[in-house]
Every structure is written in C-alpha cells, then in structure tokens.
C-alpha cells in the first residue's frame, strides 16, 4: 500500500516497521510529528519526556534492556541529550538505538541554525540523512539494522523541508517486537575509566569498519546513489540539498550520500575520477567538503554557496548553469508586494496582559523559549533576552548578582510552564541556594502551546490524552525553597501589574505563576457567543485598545475600535485597558 506522508511521518512509520517498543521525546519543531504520529500505533509505548535529555535516557535503559528504542528531537534539543549521547557511544546498544534529529537551515522555528552532522563526529557514531519520505522510512528501518549490526547507535539526520514536505511512501507490515533476554554486563554498560578505556578502542575499531563497509555498495551498508550525467560536473550532496540539485542540475552527474559519518572514502575517490569538476552541495556548515578536502580531494563548496539559510533551485542555476537562467518578462515595479505582517501574539492570548504590566513596570526581563518570546516585539517590546530553554532563570540570577545593591531591584525571569519542567527547575533551585532577589514568573497556559499543543507533566494527560499526575507548579516551587508564590490571572493587567511590583521589592526569590490556558485550546475559549462589543459613544478614540495589537481587533474609518466575532476569544484584555468603559464582554448584535 502507498501513502502520501509527511517526512516526519514516514520515520514514525520506519519505527513501526522495525519493531520499536519505546519512543520517547521531547516535542520541538520540526521534529515534533514524528512522535505525535508514532502514538498512534498502540504497540509503542511513546511518551512526551521532561526534556531531551531525559527522552535520551530512557531510549538507551529501553535499549539496554533488548528493545528497539528512539527518541526524536529538534538540533538544539540534541544539545540537551549530549551527555548521554556521547556515552552511549561507548556502551553500545541491547536492541537498536536510534536519535533522530532535525535540523531547522532558515530558522523558521528556531533560535541557531546549528549543524547537528558535527555531534556524530564528535561522539563517533554513524548518522544517515534521508532525501524524502520514502527514505524517511527506509532509512530509519535501515539505522535499526546497522545499530545492532554494529553495536551504536546512530543519528538519523532530518531538515525542515523534508521533516515537514510530503511525498509518496511505500507501506509494508510491520515487523514482530522482539525484547532480547537482558544479561548483566558491567564491562559494557557500567562507564567507569577502567570499563571506558576499553570501550573507546571498540568504537574506534567500529568507526572504521563502518567507513570501509559503507565504500563497498556491495553492503548495503551506506545506502548512497550515483546518478551517471556529464563528465564536466559532478555534484556530492545529501538530504534536501539533493532535491534542489536533481531540479535544478539534471545533467550533472551526482553522488547521493546516505550514510553521511564515517565517510566512504573510497567510493568518493572513485566518483571524483569520473568528473571534471567536482561541487559538494550541503547546506549550513562545509562538513562535507572539508572532509573531501582533507582526503586530498580537489572540490569547491561554499565558495559557491551560502553559510547561511535554506538553499534554492534558483541559487544553484545562478552558480552553476547560468546559461539556464530566465529573466522574467514581468516587470518588477509592476508587482504588488503584499504589506510586512509583524508576529502577534494569538487573539485572548494570556501573556500579551503580563507583558504590558511588565513593560508598564520597565523591568530587566530574561526571556525564554516558547510562543511567549514575542513579548520582546512591539508593542510590549518587554524583554531585554533570549537564549535557550530553560535559561531564564539562570540569567536573571547572573543579572541580579551583577547588579549593584544600590540599583532598583526590577530583575524578572519569564518561563513557561513546559518550559519550566524542562530545565528551568534546576535554575530555581540554584537561585534560591545562592541568594537571588529575583522574580520568576512561570507563564502556565495549561499546554506546550509553540510546538502544537502537546502535553506535559503539569497538564493531567499523557501523549494519548489518558489521564496522568500533575505536578503542582506552587507545591514543586515551595518545595524547593521559594518563600513567596503567587497566581494572578495575567488579562487582569494591571493587577498584575500590582503584584509583580509587589514581589519585586521582597529580598529573596519569589515566583509568580500567571495562570490562564492558551487561547486555542478548549478550556482557553471565552464563553459560547460572547465577544468584545464597543458602545461608541462612550469611545474617545484614545487608541489605547488598538495599541494591544490584538488580531481581532481594528480601527474602523473613525479610528473607533472594530471587533471580528470571528477571531474574538472573548478574553477581556481589551476590556481592562479601556478606561472610558467602551468595552464590554456581551453579544454581537
């Protein structure tokens, strides 16, 4: 049977086809539907994980013990699971073990464009890279092999365009799920120098027989296609770039790389002689040309190409075939460009209110990861930075500890509640044992609101939407040592306002939870039928309604506000703002 699947999908099919018992995750764009899709074959035990980290670990105990395991992430997520990556490295596997990472060139969804091909030289492990999502399958069903074969794990390698695009997919049935009888075996998984310094000669030993195995298609260990063209150029390239030359260069002669660590030296040599010149096409960071390079291999890169972003059919034409290049008869004056649409947060949004008592209060705010991140835009423009998840806390920690006693205390750390549960508890309990004065404030909307709505630890339901414990966000915080815990509701902006400038005059670290659930959810909907409504007579036309930038609503023609029931969410902010009274929750007439 044949479907047409998105990339993401395909490798939670491959999953499913390979036998794997266990998947666990944390959701992170755009690697945050493989798992979604993998919870809808009840066979897998799949689970949304505190963090990557945490995710990791529980694929390799899956692993140690005789099942097939993977854990999926987005590249910066892969920077948490590090710790256990590189050591897994070292143990080898029980049943296969799979990471599965995607990259995001662009950035569409992400604060770096990091390069995770580097983590599997780094950590020695071998990392296939899919073109579609025929391969997505292929090849995740391929990493579960070669992990066993070889006693690794391996990376599996996505990028946006083929995480997120779809194409057609070859289904079969899925093989049985079969756990290996578990035997105790220190010298193997118990990480002690003496136990490592002799793991490390076997992962060097397996390195190298991978690389030599990969060169020989005989194998079918690398998974590579050469693709006979001209003789005048020949392209090395992998993963989407692959797309882009086959469109854009379908005379060129190419060598599609599958298994992109370790290397096939000898079959890069051999595809090198056939050609004239010889291009390596890859986005991001030159890892495979300097590779080449190194082997002695005469070829041109990224002196062709960009460092930065996504590539284009259009761009390698420009560098490659400019003779194919057209010129549109279109004029460029005659085109109508579409007016720049700033990011807004969503209509009745819950931290939009927090973030205008924030600004009203001139705070230092250290930011985190999430939907909320746009606090730092206009027309709040409250934060001052923005790193990584979980990173906050620790910031506003730093900031504080930096900062005279003779200046204002107005120090605030923001974080969602996932994002809270993910890394930012650590910080909290560092700053409360080292004396901070900060506020924290944990933005709980109920959700893991910027990756689609998954669940978490403090929601009550699990991946399958089955009943689970919640953590308490007050009883956790209180546990660790915070003196002062507060829940306003944040559309309620000025008493928010109140509060937070309240908990920034107390000495010692308090937290404030702003307590509303997201607005696209069902318990975030205002009630049935209700909408903001404007009495314009009472309607000064001061602008302050509009200013909140809400995308329901508008100035009419009078510069009055215009409601859109349509998109209204019923939340009131508006409401609170307005100080004429020309606002008011009720029925569209």
Known sequence: MRQILLGNEAVARGAYEAGVKVISSYPGTPSTEITEAAAQYERIHCEWATNEKVGAEVAIGASIRGARAMTCMKHVGLNVAADPLFTASYTGIGGGLVFVVADDPGMHSSQNEQDSRHYARAAKLPILEPSDSAECKSFVIKAFELSEKYDTPVLVRLQTRVAHSRSITELSDPSDILVKPYTKDMAKYVMMPAMAVK???????????????????STGVGLHEEIDGSSDLGIITSGAAYQYVREALPDASVLKLGLIWPLPEALIRSFSKKVKRLVVVEELDPFLEN??????????????????????TAMLRAALAPDTVTTSAVSKDSLVTAPGRPPVMCAGCPHKGLFMAL????AQVMG??????????????????CVCMGASIGMAHGFDKATDASDSKKTVAVIGDSTFLHSGITNLINAVYNGSSITVIILDNSITGMTGHQQNASTGMDIRLNPAPAVSLEALCESVGVRSVRVIDPVDTKEAQRVIKEELEKPFVSVIIARRPCALIPTGKGPRGKFAVVDKDKCTTCGQCIRIMCPALTAGPDKKPVIDPETCNSCGLCVNVCAFGALSIGEVK
């Open 368 to 385: 985190d990861i999430g939907c909320y991140t746009l606090g730092a835009l206009p027309p709040t423009s409250a934060m001052d930075a």
């Open 291 to 312: 590779e080449i390079l190194t082997m002695g291999i005469a070829c041109e890169g990224k002196s062709l190409f960009s460092l930065n972003g996504e590539y284009s």
């Open 359 to 362: 600004s009203r209060l001139k």
């Open 199 to 217: 793991r490390h000669v076997l992962v060097e030993k397996r390195t190298e027989a991978i690389a030599n195995d990969s060169s020989d298609p």
